[in-house]
């Protein structure tokens, strides 16, 4: 087994690359899942207001089973952990998503059938399995506030690499054999596959350490029934402020990466010039190594609102010359800084509002804290994908045309540009309420004094 600290105190290096085999895995599936609007529209040819209707009903389900989720992984208690056995679902997140991108065209309805039961299956069950899990999981392998920082840092580095690189070379395939159903299920199962094994590596590799919640509720009376558990995820006003920043991230974010294949396609005129602009996206994965000072330093939450200051500029940029390459790579450049902080801090700051509900309610959710990653991630998706389609159709947008209307590319320029802008200024605001970072030391210092036995 692996843990963070070796014999002699030190990290390991090795820790942080088998914590991160599954966090490529997920990088890499979730570029592919962005696809699934243009997917459903130009290759299967549904129409884009079904497929934007589609995608966010199927939110719906999102707001229940992101709550059992955490309820449930807040009751589990094996011999592997608490979190540990439900990494294990991410194998059937990449397999559903593969399934996804290989089904055929048997009609509109019947088609339409299977979009939203597996896009139903691979966010609301098993992406909400696994990502409800995930910050448990890291919380119970490594137990030093700095390590966690540094693990979330160095890791989803690792992660984001791998997803520019997957960003840069998605487009060119696409255009080379995307064009077709059998294409898109090759390149499916190109991503999906390595994807699978990589999910298999971590949970058999690293450990839950014992005893590292401070309120562990193992006494099955003591165990918060599903009432008590939603109103202790509601109590928490800090993890509430901070769920709406990272929803409005998600949002914009899945906006951009959903809109830019119609934009490159029907605005710039050749699809193969997003892998140019890609490759800007490498400066991303590069501003993560300074996190960990960054976040001493100047505090979490100032961290990701300026990020995202940046990103919500870089997005306005295009709109002074909507086909300038140049605008197009700096507008890229300032977006791939933008949300990586709020991304890759978002454990650590749950786990901090853990300890936050902790010393407000005197009990330590774990797995319902954690269903709020997972929530904004997957509403976020979904919000996107269904804007997306909505507005696309508004706009009289064709998938089976040649050559779209002028109101059809503005609704596209829109969608690219300015409401992923709007959406940043809204997440910086909500970033305001959120004050955890100068209440914790006080905070982490009372529960200590908790958790010690008085003196005589």
């Not at 509109?108 to 966010?123: K, Q, W």
């Not at 940046?310 to 140049?326: E, F, Q, R, W, Y």
């Not at 540009?417 to 809204?426: G, M, R, W």
Request: proline share 3%.
């Amino acid at each position: 087994m692996i843990t963070i600290r070796n014999k002699k105190g030190k990290r390991s290096k090795l820790f942080y690359f088998v914590w991160s085999a599954p966090l490529i895995g997920s990088a890499c599936v979730l570029i592919l899942l962005g696809y699934i609007t243009y997917f459903s529209t130009d290759v299967l040819g549904l129409p884009s207001g079904l497929v934007g209707l589609l995608l966010l009903l199927s939110k719906i389900f999102d707001g229940v089973t992101d709550i059992l989720a955490g309820y449930l992984i807040d009751r589990t208690n094996t011999r592997w952990g608490k979190a540990r056995p439900y990494d294990i679902t991410f194998a059937f997140y990449a397999i559903a998503t593969l399934i996804l991108f290989s089904i055929p065209n048997i009609g509109t309805v019947g088609t339409a059938i299977l979009v939203f039961i597996l896009y139903t299956m691979v966010f609301s069950i098993f992406q909400t399995l696994y990502s409800c899990a995930g910050t448990v999981y890291l919380a119970r392998a490594v137990t030093d506030k700095e390590d966690q920082v540094s693990v979330g840092a160095l890791t989803g580095m690792i992660s984001a690499f791998s997803s520019v690189v997957l960003s840069v070379l998605l487009p060119l395939l696409i255009d080379k054999i995307g064009k077709t159903a059998s294409g898109w299920r090759t390149i499916a199962a190109m991503i999906c596959i390595p994807a699978i094994v990589l999910s298999f590596i971590r949970i058999f590799l690293i450990p839950e350490v014992d005893g590292t919640a401070e309120t562990v509720m193992k006494d099955k009376s003591k165990k918060l029934t599903i009432v008590q558990s939603a109103k202790l995820l509601f109590s928490n006003r800090y993890l509430m402020f901070f769920g709406l920043a990272l929803l409005m991230t998600n949002i914009a974010s899945n906006i951009v990466a959903n809109s830019q294949t119609y934009y490159f396609k029907y605005v710039v005129g050749d699809i193969s010039m997003m892998s140019l602009v890609s490759v800007t996206s490498i400066a991303g994965p590069l501003t993560i190594a300074f996190y960990p000072m960054l976040s001493k330093k100047i505090g979490m939450k100032n961290l990701m609102a300026a990020a995202l200051l940046i990103g919500a500029v870089g997005k306005l940029l295009p709109l002074l010359g909507v086909t300038s390459m140049p605008l197009l790579l700096v507008s890229a450049l300032f977006f791939s800084i933008s949300f990586m902080p709020i991304f890759i801090l978002t454990s650590n700051v749950i786990i901090n509002c853990m300890d936050y509900g902790e010393y407000k309610n005197g009990v330590r959710g774990e797995g319902i804290y954690t269903c709020v990653s997972g929530f904004c991630s997957k509403v976020g998706t979904g919000l996107a994908s269904g804007m997306l389609g909505l507005v696309t159709a508004l706009g009289g947008y064709d998938g089976t045309a040649v050559v779209q209307s002028s109101s059809a590319v503005n609704s596209v320029i829109l969608l690219f540009t300015v409401v992923p802008a709007a959406l940043y200024f809204l997440a910086v605001l909500a970033l305001q309420f959120y004050k955890l970072d100068k209440e914790l030391p006080y905070i982490q210092e009372e529960l200590k004094k908790r958790s010690t036995p008085s003196a005589g």
